[in-house]
């Protein structure tokens, strides 16, 4: 495998299930970051990862819970989700951490529905 | 407050024909950092270029070209003679130096859209 690697590719859950979204780089990066890709929508940063420590909470709400056990691999536990939480959620990465001039790889996201 | 604005939403051409993408930024920082990323129908966004706010040379890579004009606060970037596999969204995006890559902020996108 190489880059970054997002598992599963889509995912289809109910309001009160509890699900977990998985992310892995091979790059050897410092960095990671959770984005959400709604339609018609900016990406929205949603939390920074630096060392393993998170550095940037972007106001989410507390039913997206990060997780990131190493600098390779990042979590996003998902519980009691609404409908408008259905959206493409991005992870990248970024060597030397998350400084500015840092271009960011990402990974192909998952394919959220909420139903 | 930093912003980007990517004024158009979809752009559909005919294969061979160049196209230019907008990007207008605002930033209070001095030092900033420019970018543009390619989100092909797999999903993945891909890094094209980056630019730093005090280099304001136009850069070429192949069919690629983008024009850096501080005056106009503007990072717009060109497609010459297109091809279907340019067919994408692409992103423009700011990176103030003093929020570090915490606050890389995204403008909407732009769908290109290229017939054959």
């Known amino acids: 495998e190489t880059g970054v690697t997002q598992t599963p590719r889509h995912l289809v859950m109910g309001m009160t299930n509890k699900k977990s979204l998985k992310c892995e780089q091979h790059?050897?990066?410092?960095?990671m970051y959770w984005y959400k890709q709604s339609a018609k929508k900016p990406l929205e940063l949603m939390f920074v990862?630096?060392?393993?420590?998170?550095?940037e909470n972007n106001s989410v709400p507390s039913r997206f819970s990060p997780e990131c056990p190493n600098s390779s691999h990042l979590f996003l536990h998902l519980h009691t989700l609404q409908p408008e939480d259905s959206a493409l959620y991005l992870c990248?990465?970024?060597?030397?951490?998350?400084?500015?001039?840092?271009?960011?790889?990402f990974g192909p996201g998952t394919r959220l529905t909420v139903l | 407050a930093q912003k980007v604005t990517q004024a158009q939403t979809e752009i559909s051409v005919v294969e061979k024909e160049d196209v230019t993408l907008d990007c207008v930024y605002e930033?209070?920082?001095?030092?900033?950092?420019l970018f543009w990323y390619k989100q092909p129908p797999s999903g993945e966004l891909v890094f094209l270029i980056r630019?730093?706010?005090?280099?304001?040379q136009n850069e070429i890579s192949g069919r690629y070209s983008w024009n850096f004009q501080k005056s106009t606060s503007s990072f717009n970037f060109t497609i010459t003679a297109s091809q279907v596999v340019d067919s994408a969204v692409y992103f423009c995006?700011?990176?103030?130096?003093?929020?570090?890559?915490?606050?890389?902020?995204f403008g909407a996108g732009t769908r290109l859209f290229v017939k054959a």
């Open positions: 990248a990465s970024s060597p030397l951490g998350p400084i500015s001039y840092n271009e960011q790889f």
């Open positions: 790059l050897g990066h410092n960095a």
């Open positions: 990862y630096n060392f393993k420590e998170q550095t």
């Open positions: 930033t209070r920082d001095t030092t900033y950092y």
């Open positions: 630019r730093n706010s005090f280099d304001e």
């Open positions: 995006a700011l990176s103030e130096a003093k929020t570090g890559g915490f606050k890389t902020i």
